[in-house]
């Protein structure tokens, strides 16, 4: 059985909805709104993975208990302990095989090309830049997103599709600078956006602050990659994209909870929240109290 798609022919999905057999699979963002990438929480039983090629950048995190695998390599099986916390990568178009006896529970992270490029589109193409096969590597700040995701997903990703891809970009950017094959020169920006781009990306969010606001449509607005666009922002307005986006759904929560007799549902709506649950779950988070504990204040 292969725990990967095999490349038949065609343009991979945008975003891709499973990874794995649905019998593996504890925990996945199959069903949260990030655009090219996928976060699954995974429990193996023992198996044998034939020569497979990945149709996506893949990274998996071993968790809990340290497990013997058996790697493919110039046409030879050799054996590895990974321990955990050790991170595998398997590039875009990359062959590979491996093996193992017992039962192992990982995290798996896979990232479209298509978002890799999207992400660090101006300092690296990111189409010609490989990235290396790794197994068994010890990577603290993938370590971190992967763990930072999971959390996400088991909470019902409250901080929405802005927070995952904005983690997505850090990863993407991350592999090109360690584990890439072509030499990635990133600038160091430290005066933030133009102010006429910045009111640009503001008047924006305020405009679509009731919808689901992606990641490149903000950086579009600046004619910047997304990697950078998050730099930028955070040093103009101190906090990241996806923060500031939680912040003025909350200001303008408040606003309409003055309105007696709009239905705290539709509060939530109106301000991009998914629904009433999610809305008193981040509005007591920044406020310290529930709307209909606000409304009556």
């Known amino acids: 059985m292969s725990l990967h ?13 499973a990874e794995h057999p649905a019998e593996f699979v504890l925990l996945s963002s199959g069903t949260a709104a990030w655009d ?16 497979v090629c990945a149709v996506r950048h893949h990274l998996t995190l071993q968790l809990k208990t340290p497990r013997k695998v058996e790697l493919k390599a110039n046409g030879k099986f050799n054996s590895q302990q990974l321990l955990p916390g050790n991170v595998c990568i398997t590039p875009f ?15 798996s992270l896979t990232l479209e090309p298509e978002f890799v490029a999207q992400a660090v589109q101006e300092p690296v193409n990111a189409d010609r830049a490989e990235l290396m096969m790794y197994r068994g590597q010890k990577d603290p700040l993938i370590r971190e997103i992967l763990l930072a995701l999971k959390t996400e997903l088991e909470t019902g990703c409250p901080s929405g599709r802005l927070y995952g891809e ?3 970009t850090a990863l993407a950017v991350h592999l090109l600078k360690r584990y890439s094959t072509a030499q990635s020169a990133f600038t160091a920006y430290e005066d933030g956006l133009p102010q006429y781009k910045l009111s640009q990306v503001l008047e924006y969010v305020q405009t679509y602050l009731d919808q689901d606001i992606k990641l490149v449509d903000l950086a579009e607005l600046t004619g910047t990659s997304q990697y950078y666009f998050c730099r930028l922002f955070k040093q103009s307005m101190g906090v990241p994209p996806y923060q500031f986006v939680l912040q003025q759904r909350i200001e303008r ?5 003055q309105q007696k007799e709009l239905a705290i549902a539709d509060v939530a709506l109106l301000c991009g929240f998914k629904n009433q649950s999610h809305l008193t779950t981040l509005f007591r988070k920044y406020t310290g109290v529930t709307p209909r504990v606000f409304r009556n204040l």
Not at 36 to 51: A, K, T
Not at 94 to 106: F, Q, S
Not at 253 to 257: P, R, S, T
């Open 5 to 17: 798609q095999r490349e038949i022919g065609g343009q991979a999905k945008v975003k891709p909805h």
């Open 36 to 51: 090219g990438i996928l976060l699954e929480h995974l429990r193996f039983p023992p198996l044998d993975i034939s020569d």
């Open 93 to 107: 178009h990359h062959l590979h095989a491996i093996r193992w006896k017992d039962e192992m529970e990982v995290l």
């Open 166 to 168: 904005a983690m997505g």
């Open 253 to 257: 929560a408040k606003q309409l909870l």
